[in-house]
T-cell receptor, first 113, second 111 residues
Framework: QQQVKQSPQSLIVQKGGISIINCAYE??????FPWYQQFPGKGPALLIA?????SEKKEGRFTISFNKSAKQFSLHIMDSQPGDSATYFC????????????FGKGTHLIIQP | DSGVTQTPKHLITATGQRVTLRCSPR?????VYWYQQSLDQGLQFLIH???????AKGNILERFSAQQFPDLHSELNLSSLELGDSALYFC??????????FGEGSWLTVV
């Protein structure tokens, strides 16, 4: 059972454009939703995270939009740059902090110059 | 650099063998998590230790075990290795509930 579904699998965006990656979750016990960025040969690095009590969080060019009723959240990368080319993972975790993160399958993002 | 150190970076071993992966968390972090990343399964949570005690188990096989020592470093032991165990194994650490920092991983190849 895939508890966090991520789409698309791959995405090509022109430099300066907006990259949008979507995730949907099933478990209503999830209360923490981070996005991770991973470059080849490196570990995932936390990009931005949100809790369900807010509908949007922005940090620089990165924005998370969260729709609790639809059980969906998305990552928007504004003014996408070639250096943003990486694999992006959404994740979710149940409250309490004991459980690990449940990850989506990842999106391979390519920003074309 | 996340501050999480994993060794070895690469490991090649034969089926049926046993290996140990080591992790040093960020200074001050009490929680250590282990994850497995493979092409078919993606990133999967294996196990979480907090200050030496097991807190939660994920999709960890019975052939795998982990422990966290008094100095907070952790080891993941993989035994009776199979070809399908070939993957990238990540250690991650955190001081609180939220921000989890990942190491650069240990590449395990079983031949």
């Amino acid at each position: 059972q895939q508890q966090v579904k991520q789409s698309p699998q791959s995405l090509i965006v022109q430099k300066g454009g907006i990259s949008i990656i979507n995730c949907a979750y099933e478990n209503t016990a999830f209360d923490y939703f981070p996005w991770y960025q991973q470059f080849p040969g490196k570990g995932p690095a936390l990009l931005i995270a949100i809790r369900p009590d807010v509908s949007e969080k922005k940090e620089g060019r990165f924005t998370i939009s969260f729709n609790k009723s639809a059980k969906q959240f998305s990552l928007h990368i504004m003014d996408s740059q070639p250096g943003d080319s990486a694999t992006y993972f959404c994740a979710a975790r149940k409250g309490g902090g004991a459980d690990g993160l449940t990850f989506g399958k990842g999106t391979h993002l390519i920003i074309q110059p | 650099d996340s501050g999480v150190t994993q060794t070895p970076k690469h490991l090649i071993t034969a089926t049926g063998q046993r290996v140990t992966l080591r992790c040093s968390p960020r200074s001050g972090d009490l929680s250590v998590y282990w994850y497995q990343q493979s092409l078919d399964q993606g990133l999967q949570f294996l196990i979480h230790y907090y200050n030496g005690e097991e807190r939660a188990k994920g999709n960890i096989l019975e052939r795998f075990s982990a422990q966290q020592f008094p100095d907070l470093h952790s080891e993941l032991n993989l035994s009776s290795l199979e070809l399908g165990d070939s993957a990238l194994y990540f250690c991650a650490s955190s001081v609180g509930e939220d921000t989890i920092y990942f190491g650069e991983g240990s590449w395990l190849t079983v031949v």
